[in-house]
């Protein structure tokens, strides 16, 4: 997206800078386009009986050490720090406030971390043998990856709303294409000019360039990208996903069937796909084409 | 509230314990309340034209330094660390990760932290000159206290839904005194059994307990307060805060006549009031008096 987008966003008040790159407040016209896509989204799956759960943007650490997060994605992640020290430490604290020093250096890990996609807290709770036919779930929550830049398209702190299955291999991956094909249907109906692409999870380092190359020969995961501008690099506002058995793993889920479960979850970011019809429309939704508006806010 | 009310919450599924006390998840029951409630103090609030506007849950350090905070509440603060060393410390990770050592103290600590009120991140966007009649607003963003525990009214991650004012010191006590009525009505409108009291912050160490004495002798504070069952401690559901000049002072906001802007903010955690109807009637907001639902869900 270009400086001038950004630019519009900010003049027009539908974002806020808040004082760090990356960081925006929505205003309130923002947060209908955002509510506007739950519910479409949230309709689209009503025939899927899913359990809508929401999960806090703060997670317990283990689950980045276990399902792999730590490992592949360590560039990404936010942890908590605490200052738990006491008067001992809040002296300390004041001293260096009071220089203008790093304070925050002198606070002490926890088990605490933030939530890198919605569905991440999800999969713990589902240890154990799972229901025939599987287990369906309709996510969201507040996500951080640290990725700073000027592109609003790429908040630190933005939201995730995923359709996640649990159970066999074919319905897993049934899962991930049934709902490749129904955002392709709910973005394009937004008059969205989008594109699907085989993708490769942004994998850290020298293994990660392997576990990418595994993960793109196996067609593992799809993306559907948008260009704000035709000169942009198109960027993905949705992805779709076949975990093969990595949580089954991680978490000791079971199929009904006693197997390893498989895993499929089908995201988008919610601040991404708002952005999108902002950009190719007008930055009021007020006068987009009518057939947008009416299944936004039917 | 009891470990029965919490062990109620969990075996109905309306929360979902994800491995850490004081983190939960949300079900849609839950958050059909949520929305319901929110819904409820947005028609409350309409004759106020505030500008609605959601903020993220990460916002920028230097507000936790400016607006004192990190004075006052250190042991309440969550900061923000990343893990930026490259493949250098990747590689320390993965061998702490294997040890099962603590790798998050690995970490630096970042210009990031957690809110702790959804209202934190708006005053340095309102430095400089308010215009005539000062500036309203409604906030809604995600919130991180440091108070673990088991009790479900005090999540370490919920949400915060807040009215502010910023102008001449009259309005914005007029602000807070209109709004704590306002809460007053519409949380008795949910059946709930309320008192109202003279309140402070719970302000760090032995200085604090002087700012919380002037705070109290002030009549600055008012809260809504709140008991699950008879015997339990009664707990402020909603705050309703007189801020003085003090975010004047933090950010250099001045009112339309040149002087310095006073602020008041009426608050109320999501979360916790959420859950007093849930602990007055029934865990199923199906089988509430007839009244509720349709105030909530009108």
Chains 1, 2 share one sequence.
């Not at 049934?178 to 293994?207: K, N, Q």
């Not at 990418?212 to 704000?228: D, G, P």
């Not at 006068?287 to 009416?294: A, F, H, K, R």
Request: charged share 20%; with cysteine; glycine share 10%.
């Amino acid at each position: 997206m270009t400086n001038d987008f950004r630019a519009g966003l900010l003049a027009s008040g539908l974002l806020i800078d808040i004082g760090v790159d990356g960081l925006y407040g929505r205003s309130a016209t923002f947060q209908r386009v955002v509510r506007g896509i739950d519910g479409l989204v949230n309709s689209a799956g009503a025939d899927q009986h899913a359990a809508v759960l929401h999960f806090p943007a703060v997670i317990p650490r283990f689950v980045l050490e276990r399902n792999g997060y730590v490992r592949s994605f360590p560039d990404l992640l936010g942890s908590v720090s605490l200052s738990q020290g006491g008067e001992e430490l809040h002296a300390k604290l004041l001293a260096r406030l009071e220089h203008g020093d790093d304070w925050a250096e002198l606070l002490t890990s926890s088990d605490l971390a933030l939530s890198s996609a919605a569905c991440q807290p999800l999969y713990p709770t589902c240890s154990g043998r799972l229901p025939d036919g599987g287990r369906r779930f309709e996510i969201s929550g507040e996500c951080f990856r640290y990725e700073p830049g000027l592109d609003p398209a790429r908040m630190l702190a933005f939201r995730q709303h995923e359709l996640v299955h649990l159970g066999d291999p074919y319905r897993a991956v049934a899962h991930r294409d049934v709902w490749l094909e129904r955002f392709v249907d709910l973005l394009s109906g937004l008059g969205l000019a989008i594109g699907t692409v085989i993708a490769t999870d942004p994998f850290f380092g020298r293994t990660g360039r392997m576990l990418a190359s595994n993960q793109r020969a196996e067609t593992l995961k799809y993306e559907i990208v948008f260009a704000a501008e035709p000169d942009d690099e198109p960027k993905a506002i949705s992805s779709s996903n076949y975990h093969l058995d990595h949580f089954r793993t991680a978490f000791g889920i079971e199929s009904a069937s006693g197997d390893g479960a498989h895993t499929a979850c089908n995201g988008f970011g919610v601040e991404r796909v708002t952005l999108a019809p902002l950009s190719t429309h007008e930055l009021d939704p007020d006068t987009w084409p009518p057939g947008i508006p009416s299944r936004l806010w039917p």
